[in-house]
């Protein structure tokens, strides 16, 4: 072969700012296509075996990847198809370069670079963005082909010429430039290998140079102490093994997988040592191509922020996580690989053209998430139940975002009471007004009315709660409402038992109305009698209405919205001290103890409906400490 020199009519001084501004951000890249060239290389010889157009027989597809920190190179290698001279020219000098031109046409005065990504991938390109150099050794698999050395400094001019390659495949060697050295580190080189890699279906091998001259130098010492001592050295050869698994879990038939395969694939996925609580196999071949493996995690605490991560692949390659196209937002907080070989993905991988095709694959992840959940429901009913903490907030959600999502699970949707059992809303009864509890501590007098009657107070405590109970009344009108337990008295909550008549109460809160408009500093504040179960001398009601407003002024930024209107103070009839007041109030006297007492009944009324602020709370504990002394005294 004559040298050949030529020149791709680039501007170099126009293209490598842009491009390098691109790569600045994902560097990564380059790795990325470099390698998958290498697959691709062994896949379309794969494929000329297999329609007869090739007569090879290779023991091992491979690619290596190897770094030497001390000639400054990456080199990969593949024992693919190779290239002939004239592939050469025009897959890399004509092609290659041209999308760079192409590149440099059309985008030298964009300034947006999602869409220059979007655009255009760069491939074998890429490799300039960190070599000084690039040089291409391959030996095409074509009978009595002559092997080519390519190479290029600038990314503009090439010399080829005849290469003393002897291997069947392609060595493409990049000459590290100083600003991207950070790939010369063998930790950092094979961390991002692995990120791309990890599933690649052909075997990967890493070698580090400098890494592997220290392994055979300890060996040599070792064996030479073991010969000094006598000992009877025993050589220890290392086999090499891939970084990669070409078969991940995903790609086994259902039927094949075990729980534990799943468990410790999940592992692997995420170095999360907490297992899942269940998962979804995605296996369709039609009308599109869709393997994946959706886990439900656990979540470590109550509040734990849901923090999911779905891995999308590519024939086995990885493109990113969490890739908003293909997942509607609540499934990315599920965790999981998904290997979408249909996507319409551009040459760069990692962005895609949202057309109809992703939007139904979407639609199918949906679909499948839901049936798995609404089949557990039905048929596992127990574990249901179990996971429910966990995949509550999840479920919650997605209904939230998306009505179809609510459609397909609304019958699997449950409550927990506070006696930790769990119900459909048909199963709670009155549906008009469903008690629910948002502070089990805070609330705990209100609950505690409740104890030994049927009414069932479910637990709506987690952040996303109030949103959903509200989506829940607005797709259920009329017919489901719920209350928070300190919204009203019920029946439930009242005392028949006694002699008390109503005669009685409206005396109470008559004779106490004033009182506690002053106590309270709330001229509004309603002020009502009940005999009720509790020991407590009083409750305060605010109702869910106000309430409501009231959190969502806060929410909202607290436009002076004022709860006092609607504010009812509940004086239990059958309690001492209320009884004591009114005793105090009849034969007036004892000013100053009538006036503690009413203080510190409203104080623990509020204290069981709302935290205290610091003024109101070391003004209580100083009073209760009062009330001790004149108890002791
Ligand atoms: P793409 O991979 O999208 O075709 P690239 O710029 O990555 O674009 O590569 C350009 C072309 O160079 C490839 O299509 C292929 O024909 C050739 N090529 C690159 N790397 C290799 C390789 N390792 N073995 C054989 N051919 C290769
Ligand atoms: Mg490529």
């Known amino acids: 072969m004559e040298n050949y020199q030529g020149s791709v009519s680039i501007n170099t001084e126009n293209i490598f700012p842009i491009i390098k501004k691109w790569l600045y951000s994902e560097k990564d890249i380059f790795i990325r296509e470099i390698v998958s060239n290498a697959s691709d290389a062994i896949n379309k010889l794969k494929k000329l075996i297999a329609v007869g157009e090739a007569n090879i027989d290779a023991d091992e597809w491979k690619i290596e990847v190897t770094v030497d920190k001390d000639a400054g190179t990456i080199t990969v290698f593949d024992n693919g198809i190779g290239m002939t001279e004239d592939e050469v020219i025009k897959y890399i000098n004509q092609i290659a370069f041209s999308g760079a031109k192409d590149f440099l046409e059309k985008y030298q005065d964009k300034t947006d670079d999602a869409q220059i990504i979007g655009h255009f991938g760069l491939g074998f390109y890429s490799a300039f963005m960190v070599s000084d150099k ?49 790939y010369l580190d063998g930790y950092k080189l094979k961390d991002t290998l692995l990120k791309y890699f990890s599933f690649l279906p052909v075997n990967l ?99 734990d922020t849901l923090e999911g991560e779905v891995k999308v692949y590519y024939n086995q390659v990885f493109v990113a996580d969490n890739v908003k196209e293909i997942l509607p937002e609540y499934l990315m907080l599920l965790k999981g690989a998904i ?85 459909t809303i048909d199963e709670l009864g009155d549906t008009n007004a469903i008690h629910y509890t948002d502070d089990l501590v805070q609330q705990a007098q209100y609950i505690n009315m409740y104890k ?69 500093a709330n001229d509004k504040i309603n002020v009502k009698a009940e005999s009720m179960k509790t020991s407590i001398p009083a409750i305060v009601l605010l109702s869910e209405e106000s309430r409501r407003m009231q959190e969502m002024a806060k929410m909202y930024g607290g436009l002076g919205f004022r709860m006092d209107d609607d504010v009812t103070i509940v004086l239990n009839a059958k309690n001492k001290s209320v009884q004591k007041l009114m005793e105090l109030k009849a034969n007036g006297s004892d000013q100053e103890k009538s006036e503690l007492i009413c203080e510190q009944i409203y104080d623990i009324a509020m204290l069981a409906h709302k935290p205290m602020d610091a003024e109101n709370m070391t003004r209580f504990i100083e009073r209760s400490a009062k009330i001790l002394d004149m108890f002791s005294e």
Not at 342 to 347: A, E, R, Y
Not at 492 to 509: F, R
């Open 339 to 423: 290997d979408c070989p249909d996507l319409p993905l551009n040459v760069s991988r990692s962005f895609l053209q949202n057309d109809g095709y992703v939007n139904k694959i979407s639609a199918h992840i949906t679909k499948k998430v839901a049936d798995k959940l609404t089949g557990l429901f039905n048929t596992d009913k127990d574990n249901y139940l179990k996971y429910w903490d966990d995949i509550n907030p999840f479920i919650k959600f997605g209904c939230l975002k998306d009505e179809k999502f609510y459609d397909k699970v609304k019958e699997a949707i449950v409550y927990k009471t506070t006696a930790n059992e769990y119900f």
């Open 205 to 303: 091998y890493f070698t580090d140079v400098q890494e592997e001259e220290k392994k055979e130098a300890d060996r040599q010492k070792k064996a030479e102490e073991a010969k000094e001592k006598g000992e009877l050295v025993q050589d220890v050869i290392d086999v090499p093994t891939p970084i990669n698994n070409v078969m991940p879990l995903w790609a086994k038939p259902v039927k094949d997988c075990t729980d534990e395969e799943y468990k410790e694939f999940y592992k692997t996925l995420f170095h999360d040592y907490n297992e899942p609580l269940f998962w979804i196999h995605l296996n369709t071949d039609y009308p599109f191509n869709l393997k994946g493996i959706l886990y439900f995690p656990k979540l470590k605490s109550q509040y």
């Open 452 to 520: 030994d009657s049927d009414v069932k107070i479910v637990v709506l405590n987690g952040p996303l709660d109030n949103h959903f109970m509200s989506y829940i009344e607005y797709k259920n009108p009329g017919k489901v409402k719920f209350v928070r337990v300190d919204a009203d008295v019920t029946e439930t909550m009242k005392d028949s038992s006694g002699d008390i008549t109503q005669e009685t109460l409206d005396n109470i809160s008559n004779t106490l109305t004033d009182d506690f408009k002053k106590v309270s």
């Open 134 to 182: 690039v040089e291409i050794d391959t030996l095409s698999y074509i009978e009595g082909a002559e092997s080519v050395h390519w190479e290029s400094t600038s990314g503009m001019d090439f010399v080829m010429n005849k290469s003393d390659s002897e291997e069947r495949g392609t060595y493409i060697t990049m000459h590290i430039a100083e600003d991207s050295k950070e």
